[in-house]
């Protein structure tokens, strides 16, 4: 638990300032959890619960001081989207499917952490997460025209949505029209003349004053209604097992993107104060933070990065902030839940669209297609195949596609010829004057490691670029260094068939680095190294010492001064230390 060190070490002069900060996030936490539960479909006081458990949790096993965990737009748009058509309008399973794919989550963030799967945070690149974030952020605008105008959407899909909205204009209701309009109208005035209060959380209230005193459920304005205090308590869900079985691959893409968007927020917040975060704990705290959720009847949770940015510019010091909010947010789910009854729909789609609003940035997303059309591309097809094929769908598309991308790069890396400049010094050969090739050798690097899936493409790379010199070379070396990082039997297989290619055209091939290791492995593999086998140097400069001194012994029509590659290596590694 990294937050019991903080705790330790407290210092007094932090006290005000987590203070300040842990009221500055309940105000932003109420009125978005509330919201974020009616976008899940639950019951609203469900907001709250996935609120103060998981908040106690992440505080105690989370390394970043700044994060505050809590539902997310992304997250609960993601359940919703999977549990609605299975749960087919029973509110109770509906709820039973909400806590077992949250619980299954966390058991996949657990698993993830178990097996030292924090590198998993670089493994949906920026791009794609910006395309999955915009296309989700509006899917929920569209989802919450209904209750800002009034009415119910009979379609499922984005744009089936859209196209049917001016269907749906006689059907407004002039009344939620005009609460939404206000709504508005006080969350623009307070951004406007006090931006440092917590505007949502403004306009909640204003919405429920107006409600409270003014009857507005005679005029058929929705509100949240009555909320039961008598939730139904834990147990074994009632469904068949095959709907447990829906939510598996579901529950995986939730921990996989939850996990990468929390890691860019606690990243950025770290480097901005100046330490560092384990991302293998940080997997660790969200599986627990999300078992917390159900086990106390919530829903998936997340980083929130609102609710981060608002901790962070209160001047908040440690994660002493999430309890305070947890606190005051569980008294307000134990006492104070009457007045959560006239909150309006309407408002609280307000708060929805507020909030999915801040995810939207297409104008970043199209400067893309001038700095990096590719990942432009990669941004572009996420961004549009949740828009038409839905979130899950769009999701699981985000996840292959940086798996493709990471296939991409290691399958078909670069690679460059390599030769001396001015003071000696090897540089790529990249068309300039700076280096210029070594007369009768090639010098080949390959930047990626070598494994079974790509060796047959470095072997045809290499014979390509040597096919392409004016003048066979005599001597090609390979750094090593790059791309022979571990043992593999296709690679040794390919690089014993490139030797003995190399040996029938009189071609010396040498490999650059790694000595020791790759005189093991040729061995174990049966591949002849040293005097009339592979031969094998310490690094690039050492090998290409060697050959031009080979080169200038056989130009003067003398032996090598010895015979022995061995005894040769020695002498020259002596001469060079």
């Known amino acids: 638990m990294p937050g019991l060190a903080s705790f330790k070490d407290y210092r007094r002069e932090w006290f005000a300032d987590d203070i300040k900060a842990g009221l500055s996030v309940t105000a932003v936490a109420l009125p978005v959890a509330i919201a974020y539960a009616q976008l899940t479909g639950v019951n609203p006081l469900v907001g709250l619960y996935s609120c103060v458990l998981p908040m106690l949790v992440y505080a105690l096993m989370g390394t ?5 965990v809590g539902p997310d737009a992304a997250t609960c748009a993601v359940v919703a989207a999977v549990v609605t058509p299975l749960a087919g309008g029973d509110s109770v399973k509906h709820w039973q499917l909400v806590m077992t794919m949250t619980a299954m989550t966390g058991f996949w963030c657990l698993v993830a952490s178990r097996f030292k799967l924090g590198i998993l945070a670089d493994f949906l690149s920026k791009p794609i997460l910006m395309g999955l974030l915009n296309g989700v952020a509006l899917t929920i605008i569209v989802g919450q025209l209904s209750k800002i105008l009034g009415f119910k959407f009979d379609e499922r899909y984005l744009l089936d ?34 931006p440092s209060w917590p ?20 005029y058929g304005v929705v509100l949240v209604g009555e909320i039961s205090l008598d939730m139904p308590g834990v147990q074994v869900p009632v469904f068949d097992l095959g709907l447990a079985r829906e939510l598996v691959m579901p529950a995986l893409n939730l921990a996989m993107v939850s996990f990468v968007s929390m890691m860019l927020t606690a990243r950025s917040f770290a480097a901005k104060n100046g330490y560092d975060i384990d991302p293998d ?6 599986g627990m933070a999300n078992i917390a959720s159900a086990l106390s009847q919530g829903f998936a949770v997340s980083g929130a990065d ?67 059309k590719r990942a432009f591309l990669l941004a572009l097809t996420t961004f549009v195949a949740v828009l038409l094929i839905g979130v899950i769908p769009g999701i699981t598309l985000a996840v292959l596609l940086g798996l493709f991308q990471f296939l991409q790069v290691v399958m078909r890396p670069t690679d460059q010829c390599l030769g001396l400049d001015a003071k000696g010094v090897l540089r790529s050969l990249d068309g300039s004057d700076k280096a210029k090739a070594v007369p009768g050798v090639f010098i ?101 010492k060697m050959s031009q001194l080979y080169r200038q012994a056989l130009a003067e029509g003398q032996a090598p001064p010895l015979k022995r590659p061995v005894e040769l290596d020695l002498v020259l590694e002596h001469s060079h230390l």
């Open 444 to 544: 080949y690097r390959f930047n990626s490691p070598l494994t079974y899936f790509n060796a047959s493409y470095f072997k045809r790379r290499l014979l390509e670029r040597i096919a392409a010199e004016p003048v066979t070379p005599e001597c090609v070396i390979i750094d090593a260094v790059p791309s022979f990082t571990h043992a593999d039997i296709s690679v040794m297989a390919m690089l014993s068939d490139l030797h003995n290619l190399f040996k029938r055209k009189q071609i010396r091939l040498i490999l650059a680095g790694r000595k020791r290791q790759l005189l093991t492995w040729c061995e174990a593999q049966g591949i002849p190294t040293g005097e009339g086998g592979l031969l094998i140097r310490s690094d690039l400069y050492l090998a290409l």
């Open 199 to 218: 505007a949502t959380m403004v306009v909640i209230l204003a919405c429920t004053l107006v409600s409270w005193g003014g009857d507005l459920t005679q």
């Open 64 to 68: 970043s001081r700044q994060l505050i």
């Open 281 to 286: 704990m940080e997997f660790r705290a969200l």
């Open 306 to 372: 609102s609710r981060t940015a608002v901790n962070d510019a209160a001047g908040g010091k440690t994660q002493l902030v999430s309890l305070i909010a947890a606190l005051i947010i569980g008294i307000v789910a134990w006492l104070f839940t009457a007045p959560l009854a006239f909150i309006p729909q309407s408002a609280l789609g307000i708060v929805l669209v507020v909030a999915s609003w801040s995810l939207i940035d297409l104008k970043t997303l199209w400067k893309l297609r001038l700095r990096d």
């Open 161 to 194: 949505r859209l196209a049917a909205v001016p269907n749906y204009l006689s059907d407004v209701h002039w009344a939620t029209l005009a609460m939404s309009l206000g709504a508005i109208l006080v969350y623009l005035l307070v951004k406007r003349f006090k």
